[in-house]
């Protein structure tokens, strides 16, 4: 999820833990727990700084190990032993509990979306990524903020998050129901699909829609039960030879690819190089598939330059493989 629903799940949290912990109810120890709740939602998210190093450390990283059972253990017990020397009123263990409690919250929601999270390892690098609840969902969002506003108003605590928790659990069943509902139609249009992804958007009734068989490529939309199938492409398997390998040697097409489950490619020879690039298939926009992975190389099949992340026009890609130096 985003920052913002992570920081609203930290707070309605921490207002369940300070009304239903007999160790914590109408004691000073109740902002230090609010504390830990509210850190212990969005510290899994750290991994986030990666984005200022560069885009391929960032994909290939994050919500992986800070996402994991590991993180399980280390965060809670790292974050516990630093605000009992902030808030020593706040007994350790409750601390422990609760930023527990805030990161497994945390880890457990963003399985939910399309981006997922490496949650079983050390056992399975696998990303879990369910995909039917969006990054950010306008509808989780703005109801923890109206609960948090009827308990900031005077209503019990438990009542109020515990009426949302049941709210959330229903839209949950609900979106889910809904995805299975879309993949079973797209399945039905495309008879020998190999695998459906229906994922999430902002928009409550849309959804994106990708699908591959043996040859090719689909790429949609749904509007409620209504599939659109917006573009084909041929599924033609990366080549083997000198160019690709070359261009495989490059950190940010092999995070694309580690990442990227349905992408196609091109190689174009051009008068300042030969680029090679790997575009996502699933996050079609107005008609433009912004997430890709392009490595220039010289005559020679060394990399002059490369870049992996979200481009929405032609400049700024120009910007990004040929930046200006003094």
């Not at 998050?161 to 709210?167: K, M, P, R």
């Not at 949950?172 to 020998?192: C, F, G, M, S």
Request: glycine share 4%; hydrophobic share 50%; aromatic share 14%.
């Amino acid at each position: 999820m985003d920052t913002g629903t992570h920081v609203v799940m930290g707070i309605a949290l921490g207002a369940v833990a300070t009304a239903v912990d007999p160790a914590i109810v109408g004691s000073s120890a109740a902002i230090g727990i609010m504390t830990a709740t509210i850190i212990g939602s969005q510290i899994p998210d750290i991994d986030t700084v990666l984005k200022l190093k560069n885009n391929a450390d960032y994909i290939r990283n994050h919500r992986g190990i800070t996402h994991s059972l590991p993180g399980l253990a280390i965060w809670p017990l790292l974050l516990s032993v630093i605000l009992y020397l902030i808030f020593p009123a706040a007994p350790f263990w409750h601390l422990l509990l609760w930023t527990f409690v805030a990161v497994c919250l945390h880890i457990f929601v963003d399985i939910f979306n399309a981006y997922g999270t490496q949650a079983i390892r050390p056992f399975k690098d696998t990303w879990v990524a369910f995909g039917f609840i969006n990054t950010f969902d306008i509808f989780i969002f703005a109801s923890h903020v109206v609960a948090i506003i009827i308990w900031l108003l005077g209503a019990p605590a438990t009542t109020t998050f515990f009426t949302l928790y049941a709210i959330l659990a229903v839209y949950y069943v609900a979106r889910y129901i809904t995805q299975r509902v879309i993949t079973h139609a797209v399945k039905n249009l495309i008879p020998d699909s190999e695998e459906v992804i229906v994922a999430s958007t902002i928009r409550f009734f849309q959804w994106r829609v990708a699908v591959t068989t043996k040859d090719h490529y689909y790429v949609g939309r749904a509007f409620k039960r209504n599939i659109s199938i917006y573009e084909k492409f041929d599924r033609l398997p990366v080549p083997d030879n000198d160019i690709i390998h070359a261009a495989m040697k490059d950190k940010n097409l092999a995070a694309f690819v580690s990442f990227s489950k349905v992408y196609n490619w091109r190689i174009e020879e051009k008068m300042d190089g030969t680029y090679v690039t790997f575009t996502d298939l699933r996050y079609r926009s107005n008609g433009h598939y912004p997430f890709v992975a392009v490595v220039k190389l010289d005559d020679d099949l060394q990399i002059i330059s490369s870049y992996t992340g979200w481009i929405f026009s032609d400049e700024k890609l120009h910007k990004k493989l040929h930046p200006v130096t003094n």
